[in-house]
């Protein structure tokens, strides 16, 4: 040692032989650090699922605003929606502050046979919605109903992104108190059971009301 601290060249040579895979070890967790921080600080890049037209009085009174909103202070977003020719044809093309931040894609929505229908447009939102993913860098997929929960979950979970389910409400028993579903039916127990098991499932989730909370 003290031979070779006369000689700093060589000291060098030494050291980087003999620990090399220490170094090396050493940059690369030193490197994969530096992303995770960076990563840690990037700015929410939202996608945001509504199984309604973007003309949609809800979407008009609650979800519009509730994006401008986070928009200004500093999410962005991008916005999937369920449409029809009509309601296609009565909006303006405006989304107010919005205008020009805001990546809109729509699929056409599909009434009937109600639950093939359903099916179909649960099937062309999961694409659609990990293309959006891929092309946009989303890293947070907000899903505001149980339908698009469903289609949320796959590629969320396959492309590792986080899952927000905006449960709205059991629409399940929404469905029973409109008398849409009897709560003895096969499908009232499918769609309380996709809920239950897409709550579980989610990395965050939000509830209506207190009462929601407690049957959670």
């Not at 000689?7 to 090399?20: D, E, G, K």
């Not at 990546?103 to 109600?114: A, D, S």
């Not at 293309?131 to 929960?149: S, Y």
Request: proline fraction near 3%; hydrophobic fraction near 45%.
């Amino acid at each position: 040692l003290r031979d070779n601290l006369k000689h700093p060249f060589r000291l060098f040579y030494v050291i980087t032989t003999q620990f090399r895979s220490v170094i090396t070890r050493g940059f690369k967790a030193a490197i994969e650090l530096r992303k995770i921080n960076k990563g840690s600080k990037a700015r929410p890049n939202v996608l945001f699922i509504t199984y309604h037209s973007v003309s949609y009085p809800i979407m008009k009174s609650q979800g519009l605003p509730y994006i401008e909103n986070l928009y200004q202070k500093g999410v962005r977003y991008s916005l999937l929606t369920f449409e029809t020719k009509i309601s296609l044809e009565g909006f303006n093309g405006s989304f107010g502050e919005l205008k020009g931040a805001l990546n809109w894609r729509h699929l056409f929505y599909h009434q009937r046979p109600r639950v093939l229908a359903k099916a179909w447009d649960i099937f062309c939102g999961i694409f659609t919605a990990a293309f959006i993913i891929k092309e946009d860098g989303i890293n947070i997929v907000h899903a505001r109903g149980l339908v698009p929960a469903v289609i949320a979950f796959f590629p969320a979970k396959m492309l590792g992104i986080k899952f927000f389910f905006d449960t709205r409400g059991l629409l399940a028993d929404k469905y029973v108190g409109g008398a849409l579903l009897r709560e003895a039916s096969l499908l009232y127990n499918l769609m309380r059971r996709v809920e239950d098991f897409l709550v579980k499932k989610s990395d965050y989730f939000t509830v209506e009301t207190v009462k929601h909370a407690e049957i959670i």
